[in-house]
C-alpha cells in the first residue's frame, strides 16, 4: 500500500519570505514523487518530479524539493515567496498506474 | 498542443439522469485516468486504464463505468448520478513507466458537476 500525507492543511507567508511544504510518504517500493500545483479555477500544473535519480529536484518558478529516504519525505521549498504563488500544493506518490494524492496544502501570500 | 480535453467543464443535472464526461488526449498515451477532487481529500482514482480495451478500479469506483474503446478517448459514464458524485473530475494522461522511467500525468482543466 501507498500513501502520502501533506503536514500542513494551511501554510501563510509574508512576501520575500520562504516557503516550505511538508510532505511524508510510505511505500513499500522505490517511489517516484510529484508536487503539482493548482491555482484557483485550474488544473494541476506539474511542479517536479523526483524519480530516483538526485535526491535534490529544481522544479518550476523557483521552487525544490529534497527526497529524504531516511525520513521518507520530499518537501517542497521556494527561498522567496511572490505573490503568485498563492494557490493549492498536492504531494502526489507515484507507480506505473496509481497516484496517491496527499490531502493538499493552501498556501496564503501576504503582501 | 499536447493536451489533454475534457467536456463538459460544467454541468448541473438531476439525480438519476445518465451523463457522460468525455475526455481526449493527443499525446498518443497509453495510461488515462479520472479522478475527483473534494475539499479536504486531495485527488482520488476513480478508474484507470492502461491501454485500449484495459481498465482497472481506482479507489472510489462506485458509481461510475469507464470505457476504452479507442487509445485518446475514455469517457466517464454516471448511469445514474447522485448528489454525493457532486464534486470536481479530472482526467489525465501519460505515458507508461516505472522507477526513473515514471512520467507525470499530464491533467485535463476539469469538469465540475453539481447534481441536485
Known amino acids: 500500500a501507498q500513501s502520502v500525507t501533506q503536514l500542513d492543511s494551511h501554510v501563510s507567508v509574508s512576501e520575500g519570505t520562504p516557503v516550505l511544504l511538508r510532505c511524508n510518504y510510505s511505500?513499500?517500493?522505490?517511489?517516484?514523487l510529484f508536487w503539482y500545483v493548482q491555482h484557483p479555477n485550474k488544473g494541476l500544473q506539474l511542479l517536479l518530479k523526483y524519480t530516483s535519480a538526485a535526491t535534490l529536484v529544481k522544479g518550476i518558478n523557483g521552487f525544490e524539493a529534497e527526497f529524504k529516504k531516511s525520513e521518507t519525505s520530499f518537501h517542497l521549498t521556494k527561498p522567496s515567496a511572490h505573490m503568485s504563488d498563492a494557490a493549492e500544493y498536492f504531494c502526489?506518490?507515484?507507480?506505473?498506474?496509481?497516484?496517491?494524492f496527499g490531502a493538499g496544502t493552501t498556501v496564503t501570500v501576504r503582501a | 498542443e499536447a493536451q489533454v480535453t475534457q467536456n463538459p467543464r460544467y454541468l448541473i443535472t438531476v439525480t438519476g439522469k445518465k451523463l457522460t464526461v468525455t475526455c481526449s488526449q493527443n499525446m498518443n498515451h497509453e495510461y488515462m485516468s479520472w479522478y475527483r477532487q473534494d475539499p479536504g481529500l486531495g485527488l482520488r482514482q476513480i478508474y484507470y486504464?492502461?491501454?485500449?480495451?484495459?481498465?482497472d478500479k481506482g479507489d472510489v469506483p462506485e458509481g461510475y463505468k469507464v470505457s476504452r474503446k479507442e487509445k485518446r478517448n475514455f469517457p466517464l459514464i454516471l448511469e445514474s448520478p447522485s448528489p454525493n458524485q457532486t464534486s470536481l473530475y479530472f482526467c489525465?494522461?501519460?505515458?507508461?513507466?516505472?522507477?526513473?522511467?515514471?512520467?507525470?500525468?499530464?491533467f485535463g482543466d476539469g469538469t465540475r458537476l453539481s447534481i441536485l
Open positions: 489525465a494522461s501519460k505515458v507508461r513507466g516505472i522507477g526513473v522511467g515514471n512520467q507525470p500525468q499530464h
Open positions: 511505500s513499500s517500493y522505490s517511489p517516484s
Open positions: 502526489v506518490l507515484s507507480n506505473d498506474y496509481k497516484l496517491s
Open positions: 486504464s492502461m491501454n485500449v480495451e484495459v481498465t
